[in-house]
């Protein structure tokens, strides 16, 4: 749920911030575009503190091979595209990869919902989970959708 709160207060900030004449900021996609910054930015610093890299590493199915180094590139293309939904001609692309980013991490929240045994491991119900991904896929896809010049 925080990365929810940090999403959502983010880019009303932002959004805020723009209507008090903050260019940058002068729209909805803008906005959202910092709150999934801010959002990517929190979760990829988890790739690396303890004890919650460990329980994203205890996530990870058992069919995908290197555990260890795929939370690390994880957490890399996280920042990555946290960085890259700040700058306006990277934005489609960046918004673009962390939605599917998004879809291709699902299988770990799916075998989180379903237990394991490791006490940093999130746990956040599927049902819930599934909806929360529902919102940070829609965001990045509005943010490129709206940033794709079309």
């Known amino acids: 749920m925080v990365p929810l709160v940090v999403l959502m207060v983010s880019a009303f900030t932002a ?3 723009g209507l008090l004449g903050a260019g940058f900021f002068g729209s909805w996609s803008a906005a959202l575009a910092a709150g999934l910054a801010a959002m990517f930015f929190l979760t990829a610093f988890s790739h690396w503190a303890r004890p919650r890299r460990d329980g994203l ?10 555990p260890r180094q795929i939370v690390t590139v994880t957490g890399i293309l996280e920042a990555a595209g946290a960085l890259g939904v700040l700058v ?5 692309a960046a918004a673009s990869c962390l939605a599917v980013l998004l879809i291709l991490m699902f299988p770990a929240n799916v075998r989180a919902a379903r237990g394991v045994d490791h006490p940093a491991a ?12 529902v919102v940070f896929v829609s965001a990045a896809g509005f943010v490129a959708y709206t940033s794709a010049g079309l």
């Open 88 to 92: 306006p001609a990277t934005r489609f």
């Open 57 to 66: 590493i205890a996530i990870v199915p058992p069919w995908i091979p290197a």
């Open 15 to 17: 959004r805020g911030i």
């Open 122 to 133: 999130p746990s956040t119900p599927l049902p819930l989970r599934t909806m929360l991904q």
